[in-house]
């Protein structure tokens, strides 16, 4: 009794904790007391080959610390990969509070150590070539890291307290994709450098209504809120959003902003646009277009600069709505143009939230039941649609009805690490209405505390892919001092780099 009464205690601290540093205190307090902290230290568990982890990280230690360089070298040329092992199972991060094993953090970090002693001059055994090389395939078998922002409404308060808390600890990956309203958060953050950050954070810096004085203006405006505008948006976006185009956003920031839309015609297909893909769009469009809900907001003509810098029609007059009907969390495309193969997600679509629960990645007879009965669901949908394909195509109405909704429920809603708002009911009339100044400060408080139990997650699973991006940079620094050119690289990275303004 006595000991539940302690780790009750410890729980609340986490829940009334102000800052991470708060929060990771009594959570690390949590793990002592529930013995969570013994069992990182012990190398052993189902869930992944710690005898081959262990043995490898002897290994590298050894030749790190004899200084042999040859043979750390051929070590890591091995392969560097994030779930060596099994290392990166969902299920070695839900036994304690903050963390996982040892073993998995020392040896990630004995990677780190590895790969920033040899990218140092003082090893000098090896030619700039052939570290660069080295580096190069390296950060290709790695693979990079991207964080989604779903669709979700005015909800999109929680993606801001999801990013800052990433932010404050320096884990914002530099890929962000967003659909709907969670390109208005992504396209904030990727034309906005560090210091510019600083002041969008502020939520008296973001427009909200005033609150409700009366008892009865709080019963409308929960019965009838004041719905945002395609006019509000825009007034937002260009408060908050300079008008940049893609192109301009990332020369500006070095961060990639990923926007999904979905077309309003029927033979079309969906997008994703960026500084690769669509260099020349302007952002502000782009957001406009993905929050452009089918049914409550108008579809969009993208803009875009021509050759001499003015603003014409992008592809003509087509018009362009939510992509988060299409393509909520474009998983496959940023694989193919960044080499992502980790995701962190920012879930908040009102509309998959409560299907959606905390057991979604884990392996027991409950969740495996559960993902049976959907996938079940799914397929029966799926086959219905496909057999009445035909008596469907006489009312275009209905096919294109059916068309979303087979879009919507074939998606994968979730990541390798996905983040959730705490609450999982929010009033759905509000999803698309004004937030007063004191709900978008609850929101974000909201993201922020969702995210706090992911960060070590985070910071752990980015520790090579953090360590080798800027190693990588310098040493194509150093290849076009040397030559006056690039070498030539394997695409891991989207388009020409461009270093990030320093904030």
């Avoid at 005898?51 to 790190?64: G, K, P, T």
């Avoid at 034309?191 to 004085?213: M, N, Q, R, V, Y």
């Avoid at 392996?363 to 394909?389: E, I, Q, R, Y």
């Avoid at 940079?473 to 990275?493: I, M």
Wanted: charged share 25%; aromatic share 8%.
């Amino acid at each position: 009794m006595v000991f539940s009464s302690r780790l009750k205690r410890l729980e609340a601290a986490m829940r009334e904790a102000e800052s991470y540093a708060e929060w990771k205190q009594a959570a690390l307090a949590h793990d002592e007391e529930s013995g969570a902290q013994d069992w990182k230290t012990v190398d052993d568990s189902e869930h992944y080959d710690n005898a081959s982890i262990r043995a490898r990280l002897d290994h590298l230690r050894s030749c790190r610390e004899r200084q042999d360089d040859s043979s750390l070298l051929f070590a890591l040329n091995e392969g560097i990969h994030g779930n060596m092992g099994g290392m990166g199972s969902s299920a070695l991060y839900e036994r304690a509070k903050v963390g996982t094993k040892h073993l998995i953090t020392n040896y990630v970090e004995e990677i780190a150590l590895a790969l920033e002693h040899l990218a140092s001059p003082e090893v000098d055994s090896f030619s700039v070539d052939e570290k660069l090389d080295f580096f190069r395939r390296a950060s290709h078998c790695f693979g990079r890291s991207a964080l989604m922002l779903s669709g979700s409404g005015t909800l999109l308060f929680i993606h801001l307290g999801v990013v800052r808390a990433l932010w404050q600890e320096g884990l914002l990956p530099d890929i962000i994709s967003g659909s709907s309203g969670g390109s208005i958060v992504g396209s904030i953050m990727c034309a906005s450098t560090d210091e510019e950050l600083h002041k969008i954070f502020d939520p008296g810096h973001i427009p909200g209504k005033d609150a409700p004085e009366s008892w009865f203006e709080h019963i409308v405006s929960a019965i009838k809120p004041d719905r945002i505008t395609r006019e509000d948006t825009w007034n937002v976006l260009e408060k908050l959003l300079p008008d940049f185009t893609f192109q301009e956003a990332f020369e500006h920031t070095g961060r990639h902003m990923n926007i999904s839309v979905a077309p309003a015609e029927m033979l079309q297909k969906s997008r994703l646009l960026n500084a690769d893909t669509s260099p020349n769009v302007f952002m502000r469009e782009a957001v406009l277009a993905s929050t452009a809900i089918p049914g409550f907001f108008p579809p969009v003509v993208l803009m875009a600069k021509n050759d001499k810098g003015e603003r014409q029609e992008y592809h003509g007059s087509r018009k362009w709505v939510d992509g988060s009907i299409s393509d909520d969390l474009p998983a496959k495309r940023l694989a193919r143009l960044y080499g992502v193969n980790h995701y962190i997600v920012s879930q908040t679509n009102p509309l998959v939230i409560p299907f959606i629960d905390h057991r979604e990645r884990k392996s027991d007879p409950l969740s495996a039941l559960k993902h049976a009965t959907v996938t079940s669901a799914k397929t029966w949908f799926n086959a219905g649609v496909t057999m009445l394909n035909k008596p469907l195509s006489i009312v275009p109405e209905a096919k294109r009805l059916t068309s979303t909704l087979l879009a919507v429920i074939n998606q994968s809603y979730v990541g390798d690490i996905t983040i959730m708002p705490l609450t999982k009911w929010h009033n759905p009339l509000k999803a698309l209405s004004w937030r007063t100044e004191e709900e978008i400060i609850e929101l974000m408080d909201e993201g922020e505390r969702a995210t706090w139990p992911h960060i070590e997650r985070v910071r752990i699973q980015t520790r090579i892919s953090r360590t080798l991006d800027p190693i990588l940079h310098r040493y194509e620094d150093l290849h076009v001092e040397h030559y006056g050119k690039p070498g030539k690289a394997r695409k891991t990275r989207g388009g020409p780099r461009i270093r990030r303004k320093a904030s």
